[in-house]
Each structure stands twice: as C-alpha cells, then as structure tokens.
C-alpha cells in the first residue's frame, strides 16, 4: 500500500501554493539537488573523461530506461533515456513504417498533442511517395482504422480535457488491420497504470517532466516491443546508438535492441535529477495512485460543480475515461487562471477556453482540493473580467 | 589580451592531474555548480512551471544560442543551442538538401566523425530518390566539388589527427559549383578562431562539452546564414520550433529565424551550465587562445619527437593545418595511454594506434606540457607492453 503522507515528504513545495500544475512540470524531488550536485562535484570536477565509465554516465540512458520499464509494463532491455519526446516520437515512428514500407498513412486524432502532429508531417514529407498524416476526431479512430494505414500514432490521455483511449483495444484494433501502434504516453507515464507489453504495443514514447518531477527539460524515453526491437529502423542513427560506438566504424551498425534508439551524447545532469525522482516512484504503487486520483478528480469535480455553475467540464464525466488532470471549458477561462494563480493555486489554461487541473496524490490531498474549490468560488463570485482595467499578464506554459 | 592566469583559476581541476583530453571533455567551471543549483533552487523548487518565464528557461537557447554566435563570428539571432550535436548535424543537412532539390549527393570526407556520417545516411535513406553520401579522402574534398553535390558536410578539424580544413577556401569552392555547405565545429568552438559570416558559411552545427567546458552532455547549437533562415526547412519540426508554440496550432508554422531549429523541451539544467562555462569566454580572446595554443603544441611535439623517438606524429606539422590537438601514432598506443592515465597524464587513445592529447591553454601552460613529456619518456622507456603479464583496461572516452 503507498503511504502518501511518505511520498508527500519527499518533494519541497513553496508555501502557500496549491500546486494542481503537475501534469506540465512536477515539483522537486527533495532528492534532487543532491544527486545533481554529485554529478558536479565530484564526479566531473575529479573524473573528468573518466566519468563516462568510472560513474556509469554512459550507461545512464540504459540503466535508467530499465528503471522506467518496470514502472510501464515493459520488457527489460527494451526501453531507453534521451532527447526529447518528440525526437523519441519520431524515431518511433520512422521505425515504425520502415515495417510496413508498403502502406502510406500515419492515422492520428485531432487531439493529439500538436507536436506529435508536426513531428509526423516532417518525417512523411522527408520519406515522400505520398506518405501523409491523416487526423481523424478521437471518437472515429477505430473506424478510421482501415489496411491503408501503416502507423496508428496517438497520445493516450488528451493534453487539454484528459480524455483517455483505451491502449490495448485500439492496439488490438490495428493489429486487425495490420497497422502498427506508435504510443504516446506524456500524460500517462506516472499518472495511469500503463502495461505495454499486456496491451501488446509496439512503440510508445514518453516524457519525464510531468507526473514524474524529473525537473525542466527532463529526457524522454522510448518503447520498442522485443518482436521489433532487433529489425527496428530509425533515421536517426546517431554514434551512441552504434553496436560499438567508441569503434568509431566508419559503416553504421546498429546496437543490439532498443540501445539504437540512443542518438547523441546524454545529458548527463538531467540523468541524475530523473534517477532522483524515480527513487520516489520505486516505493509506490500506481494503481494505489490512479485510484486516490480518481478520488481527488471526483472530488473537484463535485465541489466545482456544485459552486462555480459557470464552468463546464471538459473533460470525460466517466473517470475509467480520464487521465489524472480535469479540465472545464469557461469564456473567461485565461483570466479566471490567472486569478487562481496569483492566489496560489496553480493550474493552466489552454486556449480557446480551457482551465486545467492536475490532480496528482503523490503530493496533493483532500485538503489541497477542498482549499483549490474554496478560492475557485470566490474568483467567480468577483467576476474581475468584468471590471475593464483588469489586466492579465501572459504566462508560457 | 587574454590573463591566462585569470583563465586557469575560472577550473577546479584535480590535483595531481595534467588533463590534456578537454577536446572530449572540458573541465569544470567554479562557476558551474552554483548555477545549475539555482535552477534547483530556488527556480524549480519555488517557480515550479512558472520558471519558464520568470526564470527565463524558455528563451535560453536563443539568448545562449546568441552568446555563442558572437564567439563563432555569427550575426546574433542566427544561433540556436539544443539537443546534441547528431540531431543539429541532421537537421543542417536536411534544410540544406532541401535548398538543392535536383542534387543528390552529399559529399563528406573520410576523416569526418562518425555519427555525422551515420546522420547523413540516415537522412539519405529516408529521404530516399538516390539521395546519396559520397566521402573522399580530406586532401580529395576540392577536386570532388562537382555540380551534382548538393551539399558539402565537412567537420573542421578531424577528431583524430587534429587536421583542419579550411573553411572559407573549402565554402567558396562548393559556392562555385552551387553546393551549400554543412560545417560541424565540434573541434574548432574554443579551440580556433571561427568566423561563420566571414567565410560565407551556409549552415553548422558544434557542442559545447569540448574546449567550452560545458560540462557532461551539455547541448549542441545551429547556425543557419541569414539568407537561408525564412527558408530554411528542417525534417525535425517540434512544438518548440513553431512561430507560436504556446498556442498548440495544430498546423505547424516554422518561427521566425533560427528559432525553427528548436525542437523539443530544453533542457534547463545543462542550459545553465552551459550559461556558466560561457562566463569565461567573455573574458577571452580566441586569438590569443590560438597563439597560445599554437606554442603549446609546438613546445609538446618537439619535446615528444627529441625524447620519444617510438612515436610519430599523427597530426599536420604545419600548426596552421592544425587544431588545438596534437596525435601520435604508436603501435601500442593503447597501453601506453593508459599507463600515462594511471600517471595522472589524461590523454586519450583512438583507434586502430593514435594518442591524442589535447592542448587548452585556458588551464594548461609550458609546465604541464614539459611534465607530461617527462612522463610520457618514462613510459616509453619502461616498455611495460612488453611484460605478458601487462593488462590493460578499457575506457570509453
């Protein structure tokens, strides 16, 4: 059983502040600055080259790909650390139709996050031949799902209202058709129970910044199925991915499995403040997780409902069909966030109209909630987007 | 003029150490813990998503990317710093294919780094229509300048020998013929002077953990010359590239500029490190650097050739043909680097028999350079290859 007030103490939260913004960037880990000091002092000031090898820096991507596996349903050996999510989306997905040269369609939904969208259009006009994206409402991706498409490319849970496909039935559903799957999992990893190999995926990608608390510009990672792991193809076949990389072989050889998905040098600072905050995730469950953020969600839910009529929820009524973020839909949506925020309790908008909230237990409780609901009320009730001097200043999120 | 005394004192360096391998791996600034701290501390811990703002994480790369630019002779907002070296290289190569449509051919030389070559294979492939690399030997790139290359990729200085291709006269040369050219300054940025604008220079791409200290991992940055930045395609076309990325368009418009070459998250803590290693080169003269540099090499070869008659020099006599590295062939050349290391004499070895020392006058002078002659003779006369008994351990450098 995860003990929540445990998990709750390992991580510093300003005073004051309600933190329901984890589902973009999650707080430190305690463990933290510790751990990225030390690759500092002394790793590099005493090793220096020597790093590479005498502190394991080189192998991080790998250690810490296995780490990530055990956490996701995941074979061991078949999950690997770096760059960014959408570089590890495009090489899931450049592998993934080097399997099926003879379709020419990447089927994806409209609510899938817009880099993944631009991702896949730069690689279908890079191979060319009339490779192309097609994007489909989420509610019409299995009937969309036709022997035309080569890669079924989604996000499982919507960046803006949490709504949430079902991994292993539209797996399934393009296995049918023979279309390979391309998951990703940036609003999944740390707040859902994820099984890959249960749900028979075939690539998937994720981030470690969110529901994971790996800190700003924290790697990602990438899932290639052991039946694919030894023919996968990527287009970006950099050194570190080479069998022998410190051969320096003029002629590119694969490395054994998902360690060709390694592309340049790994950030070996990131590394070590992920490596911290998966510690944290080694003592908890996530199904004890995804069930008290289901409590939290219904719960805000309820109180929102019940005091601010003026919000609409946006996200699925259904929590079986929600990530662990709720989102409602209000015309003055941007102005309402930014209130909220200067009174601490910290979400985000999304435009056109979108408040969101994540609800994340591993940090966050009834009280939190409550308090969240409590200030949410009063804003409505000063209707500040009514008075013509109120100025809202922009926030990047 | 450049206090080199002022420079060795910026390094905290082990003692006992003469590190002569900062052409791999850079020391480490004072500076730099502190800084990548304040990320941690109070910037994540307290700002929490509002650091990308407040803390100014979202601009780093191009307020970092135009730091560089003055260093490397560039016009300010036509640099860009993120991801490695491998995915820059890539996406230099694929903006620049994409301004030669009706050429084919990628020239390269034979002396280049490995995974540059590796990228362009990839790209090649995927882009497929008998897109091609063609390497040369380096004294053969001139005379392959045919008006079927589309592109002219071309590493300064070469990672073994430490030889240096002249940038303007190589530039002109493809200009002539209409091939743009792709300049990787993986072994030049810190290490000679570099003048982008200057020399005509169509696109590059370097890092910054060598001769700029930026420690472990630390990003790679993108050139791309003013009068190809509107155009300027990329196959890796991310959120963070877009003109607007916080408005989540689903339709992609690249940003104005060099910025299109962002791609993904930065990572905020290698940013800041980097942020500190460039606090130095503020101070420095680069060339004066060179002069230095130039009389370190020339006092390190002379001293190797009257005292170490085994080896041979690898590298240019001619400085000038020269980077800020020298090599030598020997034939065990592995055992002698590592029996040099356990001295305390950090070179590195490359192969199939070339020691490589790096010469970086930031931290090093005429005494490191007489003491690890002195030390290297030793070695040589010791012969402890000789002994059956002799092991030798790997290291990944």
């Not at 797996?171 to 129970?193: C, I, K, N």
């Not at 109209?353 to 409550?370: K, Q, S």
């Amino acid at each position: 059983m995860t003990d929540f007030a445990w998990t709750r103490d390992q991580f510093l939260l300003p005073d004051g502040v309600i933190y329901l913004d984890g589902n973009s960037l999650g707080p430190m880990p305690k463990a933290a600055p510790d751990r990225v000091a030390r690759v500092l002092q002394p790793e590099w000031r005493d090793m220096l080259i020597g790093g590479w090898v005498k502190a394991g820096w080189h192998m991080m991507p790998e250690t810490l790909g296995d780490r990530i596996a055990a956490l996701i349903g995941a074979e061991p050996g078949h999950v690997v650390v770096g760059d960014t999510l959408s570089i590890k989306v495009y090489q899931a997905l450049a592998a993934a139709l080097a399997l099926r040269p003879e379709r020419r369609v990447i089927l994806s939904d409209t609510g899938n996050f817009p880099s993944d969208l631009y991702m896949a259009e730069g690689l279908a006009r890079t191979l060319g031949h009339g490779t192309r994206l097609v994007t489909v409402a989420p509610e019409d991706v299995a009937e969309a799902l036709t022997d035309e498409v080569a890669v079924l490319m989604l996000t499982e849970v919507d960046y803006r209202t949490g709504r949430r496909h079902d991994v292993a039935a539209l797996t399934a559903r393009a296995h049918e058709v023979s279309a390979l799957t391309v998951w990703d999992l940036a609003h999944s990893f740390g707040a859902v129970p994820v099984d890959l190999a249960a749900a028979n995926v075939d690539f998937a990608a994720g981030c470690t910044y969110k529901y994971i608390n790996a800190g700003p510009g924290a790697p990602a990672f990438i899932y290639v199925a052991p039946r694919h792991a030894e023919k996968a193809d990527t287009a970006l076949q950099g050194w570190q991915g080479h069998d022998a990389p410190f051969a320096f072989d003029p002629a590119y050889r694969p490395a054994s499995k998902v360690a060709r998905m390694r592309v340049g040098t790994p950030p070996v600072l990131q590394l070590a403040a992920l490596d911290a905050a998966l510690d944290v995730w080694d003592q908890v469950d996530i199904h004890d997780v995804r069930a008290r953020s289901i409590a939290l969600s219904e719960r805000f839910i309820a109180g929102v409902e019940e005091t601010c009529p003026q919000l609409r929820l946006a996200s699925p009524r259904d929590p079986e069909r929600r990530g662990s973020q709720v989102s409602f839909h209000f015309e003055h949506g941007y102005a309402a966030m930014q209130a909220l925020i200067a009174r601490g309790v910290v979400g985000d908008f999304r435009a056109p109209d979108i408040m969101r909230f994540g609800l994340t237990p591993l940090y966050i409780g009834e009280a939190e909630v409550d308090r969240a609901v409590e200030i949410l009320a009063e804003i409505m009730k000063d209707r500040l987007w009514d008075n013509p001097d109120y100025k809202v200043k922009a926030i990047v999120t």
